[in-house]
């Protein structure tokens, strides 16, 4: 039996006229007349009367007709949902991000666009660090991720530039700050405070394991200026060196995403005399098959990329 069969039957059943079936569906009676025949044949039994008047359904061909009419609705709802899923216009992405990149600013603006150019792709998005991502895009466990770039990606990732940052610092509300320039002066509307004149102050970080290239660069720069920092607790996340900072801890350099979300018994400032760039990039793999993901980068490439959101921000 073929996909014709059950066409020209239902356009028979229907007009109850080889005829007009004939004209219908553009083919030969003959045609029509010889697969239906071969239907009978092939199912064992007779699906039409023929009268003076024309065709009539028999019981069997009654109810024949009503899963016929299912089958071929089941077959172009598959084939609708085959050329969705082929263009991309429906599917499944798993996406990995930084926390604190989707507090503000392109990349939650990247979602919120693409949800509303393609509403029928569904997003899984699971917060995690950047090493994990990208271990997770190459093990194809991931479809990309919002990641902070310090080193090339591996000869299979491609990156999309969206944004850098810079480093803040975070402080205790309570403490005393030296400030060098007047807030309503600096730009951005934030402080400027010196690592050098605060060298002796107590600092939690986070253990190297979580990021060696970045901690070696933050590190590194500290030491070019001079300075030790004298770390009092290491933790795996911003978040949770935030938290400990709003204990009272320690204050902590941070990512200047950070200020989408500023802590209540924190404040920022900027290090006048320390800057590191934190380019932020959305890298996948550039030879996975997923549609979906291609029409994602389609919306992640029509944003322009930015540079200090830390200096955008009132």
């Known amino acids: 039996m073929e996909l014709r069969h059950l066409r020209y039957f239902i356009a028979a059943a229907e007009s109850g006229s080889i005829r007009i079936a004939a004209e219908r569906i553009h083919v030969t009676q003959p045609a029509i007349s010889r697969q239906i025949q071969d239907l009978e044949e092939e199912l064992g039994l007779t699906l039409f009367e023929r009268t003076p ?11 024949y007709l009503r899963e016929a009419r299912s ?13 969705r899923l082929s263009s991309g216009t429906q599917g499944y992405l798993r996406l990995g991000f930084v926390e604190n990149s989707a507090w503000d600013g392109i990349v939650p603006d990247i979602f919120r666009r693409f949800q509303r150019e393609v ?5 899984e998005l699971v917060p995690m660090n950047t090493p994990d991502q990208l271990r997770q895009i190459e093990a194809g466990s991931l479809d990309g991720g919002f990641v902070y770039q310090y080193a090339p990606l591996p000869a299979a990732f491609d990156a999309l530039p969206l944004a ?4 803040l610092l975070a402080a205790p509300l309570a403490w005393e700050l030296p400030i060098e320039t007047s807030p309503g002066g600096a730009a951005g509307g934030l402080a400027s405070v010196s690592l050098r004149k605060i060298a002796d102050w107590p600092f939690v970080t986070f253990p190297r394991a979580v990021y060696p290239i970045y901690f070696d660069k933050l590190i590194g720069s500290c030491q070019e200026l001079g300075v030790t920092l004298r770390v009092v607790q290491e933790v795996s996340t ?3 060196m935030l938290a400990l900072v709003c204990a009272g801890i320690g204050a902590a350099i941070v990512n200047s995403a950070n200020l989408g979300r500023p802590p209540a018994l924190a404040r920022f400032a900027r ?29 992640v490439k ?3 990329p930015s540079r200090h959101a830390d200096e955008r921000r009132p």
């Open 164 to 167: 850098t940052n810079n480093v």
């Open 302 to 304: 029509g944003r322009s």
């Open 271 to 299: 290090l006048s005399d320390l800057s590191i760039d934190m380019p932020l990039v959305f890298t996948f793999d550039k030879h996975a098959a997923n549609p979906a993901l291609a029409r994602f980068t389609d919306t």
């Open 119 to 123: 509403p029928d792709v569904r997003i």
């Open 53 to 63: 008047r024309g065709l009539k359904l028999t019981v069997a061909g009654q109810a």
């Open 238 to 240: 911003e978040a949770a």
């Open 71 to 83: 089958a071929i609705a089941h077959l172009e709802s598959a084939a609708r949902t085959a050329r």
